[in-house]
């Protein structure tokens, strides 16, 4: 009894002890648990945090702490490691606190997670994916300055997320997500990688290599030794060495559509001839579209790579601009679609616009070969209809396992059907078709399922070009040594509370030993990941002053796009498609620019970093710009550098010029090391110049464009100023949880040179209104009319149009500055006569959350002074604009002396916004002017001109100042003149540029030079 009493008592206290001691567990592991979370949430919200086990090991003096994956999305840096560390220790015995600890979480010590790029110390070389960048596959040799400190030498790989493809199961094309929000995700993403992303990384050296069509050019000519299409001519011209046709089959264009397991690129032959090092024993094909219609269009080689081809292959592109030469390397890249650039053609067939190759280089005896040359991005042609054969029921994710394969047999025998759409909104599968991909890559699923053909065909495009390069020596493919590639994606999700849903970023290392195939650490994605995720969201908070900006997690999942590519990749989620907070700011050019601009920083750091290479980044674009003749022979360019608050790098050293000449195109620069320059001009051509910043990392973007004409009979020279700079998205509300959104009947917003990413308005405002499928998305819901269309934006380019209406005066010369060129006092305005000011669609307008103080004012206190001024001193001045008055009456932000300056200066008060529908305006019997004609502005979305939506009505204020226009439907004033002791005004409504036709805008601009020429005076001012 006594025993089993004692046994008794000792089970029940070891019991005791272990219910105690894992009390203690569970309290500790929810401690560190807690303290962790705190860490975390300075860099990003990771939500639940569980420590599973805490491993105590006295014998080795170590503790391991395992957190759960969640822990794993945290940016680490060597600074927030130690405050883990630190924290951690604080719970442990003193003696414990001496212990070697270890913070693990998705298999992973916390401290192998910094990037390289943050570490000083203990570099981690095995996630160096380093190559020796000595080979490029296109290199424009007609840029006047080198980059050493960017991304010359690489290939970055990039796809913008989904496009237009063939649903067997509905036997229709269809979008991959819903239209929403104005816009649907497989044209969104576009809005950044074509416009911003793409350009930034060739700026900076890279050759950018996508899977889907890069040109919004719809016209598409096709010149080719095999044949032509639009009466094109390809022309061979031998001498020492002779071009013939091998064997081997190559590109033709022999069909109007092309259906499964088709290729272009075996359905023709190519040319073939040996190299000369002697020019004289040049020998060279061209390629001479007949071009369709005026416009730009993106130029695209191909070529055959054999064994002992040439790897510096000329190519000379001429163009409206002049001529642009490119060495090409043929040992890479044969028997696909090459980009090289995009240029300016006139209509027709012309013998100074084409491509030619020539067979002069470095070394004699290699091989060049010539196939087709592309000129547009065309309509789609890849034919497709349900499998009859069977095809797939469900459309599996790519980051889910194959659920349902069930095959559906069609009921009927379905016809081809092309998608009737422009080639750049198509998926990646048909362009690769077009491009000459094998089909094993883009048709993995066998013509039953075309989405996840789409998806899986882009990570194994990735393969096929990198294949027999130096990152993956062993597998067949185009010899393109990729350093990484990207995935451009917006996620989904919505809340009712408009709270941002943010970034997110995926990476894949669970696959092949966690190695990719030349042996680094698939480790090296994260590393991408962090840099990119890191510049996109600290770039974002401090532009728009918005630290609600979510970063959110870095996944390490199995989506395809993240782990079927064996260089370093990026999937990146952006924001959310589906919420009204996130789109606030997704619709916006400015957080576009930003955003791509961020991401361009992170794949440079990370290029640099992996290659252990000094960076720098490309400069800002310049502003303050100004073109005033410095003589009856030239003209003075000066300009100011911007600087740029988040990167130190990113500071000019020299400038480029271009140079437009009448209705030619943009030359290729000139460099100068000053913020000014002196250029020759001849009297009767129109000249416009840009500039771009340069230094050692690459090119800027380029200014706003300014022109300038001297006239042979000059009496007099006009002032042209470009004050109108807003680039914004559309206009939008929100009412609590329970409507909001965009309404750009009110304010389309204004693109930046254009829009390829608009669908049509949004109709459905419900915000309880729910996603039930892609045709019934609820909240947000929006039209599909104008999803093919090109939507005109800002061109930076109105003192061109305004300028070519001055000079039909034939006495009148011009010259033109920016707004700030003004308001800084580098323009002087008492030195004209006459001023004609730019305001376009310029209004006070935010940013996304409204953070920021508006920006675009249409008239800021230095601006109003150097006008108040120049009256007072006796100028003339012209302004048209359509928030010239709604924007100082009609705003959140009326102030006083806002509304004085327009009503006692310019003489002019707003009377209505919206003032017009039909855009149509008529002249009205004056006592100051001669009676103006009928006039049409751009008042419907269109590809010519940005839209005018709501013209400004306005009225004279006071008697001396008389309505010259009214609107046409409603005779609201639209114009008025005003004729005083000193000086006069002729205020519009509504943009001048935004006339339909030049001779429209010819005839009301001299009428309104007349005015100013004219003496007469308001009979009311005389007294």
Not at 489 to 510: E, P, Q, R, Y
Request: aromatic letters at 12%.
């Amino acid at each position: 009894m006594l025993n089993t009493f004692i046994k008794t008592s000792l089970a029940c206290a070891m019991c005791f002890m272990s219910v105690n001691i894992k009390a203690q567990t569970d309290s500790l592991q929810i401690k560190i648990g807690e303290k962790l979370v705190a860490i975390s949430k300075t860099y990003t919200d990771i939500g639940h945090l569980q420590i599973r086990k805490i491993t105590i090991d006295d014998k080795s003096r170590q503790i391991v702490i395992n957190a759960s994956e969640s822990l794993s999305y945290v940016p680490f840096r060597p600074d927030n490691t130690e405050k883990m560390y630190n924290a951690i220790k604080s719970l442990f015995s003193e003696k414990q606190q001496k212990y070697k600890f270890i913070i693990r979480t998705n298999g992973m010590n916390i401290d192998d997670l910094i990037p390289n790029f943050y570490r000083d110390k203990n570099i981690d070389k095995t996630k160096k994916f380093k190559r020796k960048a000595t080979e490029q596959l296109v290199v424009n040799i007609s840029k006047p300055y080198k980059i050493s400190s960017g991304l010359q030498n690489r290939h970055i790989a990039m796809w913008q997320s989904h496009g237009w493809y063939y649903e067997q199961k509905l036997a229709r094309w269809e979008w991959q997500r819903s239209r929403i929000f104005q816009t649907v995700e497989d044209l969104f993403t576009q809005s950044f990688v074509l416009p911003y992303l793409a350009p930034m990384l060739e700026n900076a050296g890279a050759n950018v290599l996508l899977p889907r069509e890069r040109d919004i050019q719809i016209n598409e000519v096709i010149v080719d030794n095999d044949g032509n299409n639009f009466s094109s001519q390809y022309i061979e011209k031998n001498n020492k060495a002779v071009w013939f046709t091998p064997a081997d089959s190559g590109f033709a264009h022999i069909k109007e559509f092309y259906v499964e397991n088709e290729n272009p690129f075996r359905m023709g032959t190519y040319r073939q001839i040996e190299t000369v090092k002697d020019e004289d024993d040049e020998s060279y094909a061209e390629w001479i579209p007949n071009i369709p219609e005026d416009g730009y269009y993106a130029v695209y080689i191909s070529y055959k790579t054999l064994k002992n081809s040439s790897d510096n292959a000329t190519y000379t592109v001429f163009h409206k601009g002049g001529e642009t030469k490119f060495a090409v390397n043929q040992t890479m890249g044969g028997g696909t679609w090459i980009y090289l650039g995009t240029f300016a053609f006139d209509k027709g067939c012309n013998d100074n616009f084409g491509v030619r190759l020539s067979n002069v280089a470095k070394k004699r005896n290699k091989i060049i070969t010539a196939d087709g040359v592309k000129f547009g991005g065309g309509m789609g042609n890849i034919a497709r209809r349900p499998n009859p054969k069977g095809l797939e029921r469900s459309n599996t994710k790519s980051s889910e396992k194959k659920s349902d394969t069930t095959k559906i047999i069609p009921a009927i025998d379905y016809e081809y059907e092309i998608s009737g759409y422009p080639r750049f909104t198509e998926g990646a599968r048909y362009w690769m078709q077009w491009a000459g991909i094998p089909d094993s890559i883009y048709n993995r699923n066998e013509n039953k399922n075309d989405y996840i053909d789409d998806y899986s065909s882009r990570g194994n495009w990735v393969n096929y070009i990198a294949g027999g390069s130096s990152v993956m020596e062993q597998d067949k493919g185009l010899n393109i040594p990729v350093d990484l590639s990207f995935a451009f994606h917006s996620d989904a999700g919505a809340t009712k509370n408009d709270s941002i849903i943010g970034t997110l970023g995926i990476f894949m290392t669970k696959h092949n030993d966690e190695k990719f195939k030349n042996g680094i650490s698939r480790y090296a994605s994260r590393d991408l990941v962090d840099l990119i995720m890191t510049n996109i969201v600290n770039d974002v908070r401090n532009t728009f002053n918005d630290t609600t900006w979510t970063r959110r997690g870095m996944w390490n999942r199995s989506y395809s796009e993240a782990r079927v590519p064996e260089v370093p990749t990026m999937l990146l989620e952006l924001l959310s498609h589906q919420n009204f907070a996130d789109m606030r700011y997704g619709l916006d050019p400015r957080f576009r620019f930003v955003v791509s601009r961020a991401i361009y920083k992170g794949m440079l750091k990370f290029i640099a970093d992996q290659n252990d290479c000094e960076y720098v980044v490309q400069p800002l674009p310049v502003e303050q710009f100004s073109a005033e003749f410095a003589n009856d022979s030239e003209v003075e360019l000066k300009w100011k550098a911007v600087e740029d608050k988040y990167e130190p790098t990113a500071k000019p050293n020299q400038y480029l010029i271009y140079t437009r000449i009448d209705n030619g195109d943009f030359d290729n620069g000139i460099p100068t090391d000053s913020e000014s320059c002196t250029i020759d001009i001849i009297s009767g051509k129109m000249y416009s110049f840009k500039i771009a910043a340069v230094n050692d990392g690459g090119e800027s973007f380029h200014s706003e464009i300014l022109s300038v004409y001297k006239s042979p009979n000059e009496k007099e020279t006009a002032l042209i100023v470009n004050a109108f700079d807003r680039l914004s998205a559309p206009a939008n509300f929100q009412f609590d949880t329970v409507t909001g959104g965009f309404v750009d009947r009110f304010d389309h917003g204004v693109p930046d040179k254009r829009d390829i990413s608009y669908v049509g308005s949004q109709y459905e405002y419900r915000r309880d209104i729910e996603w039930s499928d892609d045709d019934s998305p609820g909240f947000g819901a929006s039209h599909a009319n104008c999803e093919t269309e090109i939507i005109a934006g800002n061109s930076f380019d109105y003192p061109l149009i305004h300028g070519k209406a001055i000079i039909e005066k034939k006495d009148f010369s011009f010259v033109s500055c920016s707004a700030k060129a003004v308001e800084n006092g580098q323009v002087d305005l008492k030195k004209y006569k006459i001023t004609d000011i730019i305001l376009g669609k310029q209004r006070q307008t935010k940013t996304g959350a409204g953070k920021n103080a508006p920006q675009f004012k249409t008239f800021s206190e230095k601006f109003q002074t150097a006008i108040r001024d120049y009256c007072e001193h006796g100028g003339n001045i012209f302004i048209s604009g359509a928030f010239v008055a709604s924007d100082l009456w009609d705003s959140d932000l009326i102030i006083e002396k806002d509304t004085s300056f327009a009503q006692n200066v310019l003489r002019y008060k707003w009377r209505t916004g919206m003032a017009s529908t039909d855009g149509r305006i008529k002249g009205v019997s004056s006592a100051l002017m001669p009676k103006c004609g009928n006039y049409e502005f751009h008042n419907t979305l269109n590809q010519q001109s940005y839209v005018v939506e709501a013209p400004d009505g306005i009225e004279p204020a006071d008697g001396a100042a008389t309505t010259i226009l009214r609107y046409s439907e409603n005779n609201i004033s639209a114009g008025i003149a005003y004729s005083g002791k000193n000086y006069k005004t002729c205020i519009l409504g509504f943009p001048f540029e935004s006339i339909k036709t030049d001779t429209e805008r010819a005839d009301l601009m001299q009428k309104i030079l007349s005015f100013f020429q004219n003496n007469k005076q308001s009979i009311l001012d005389k007294h």
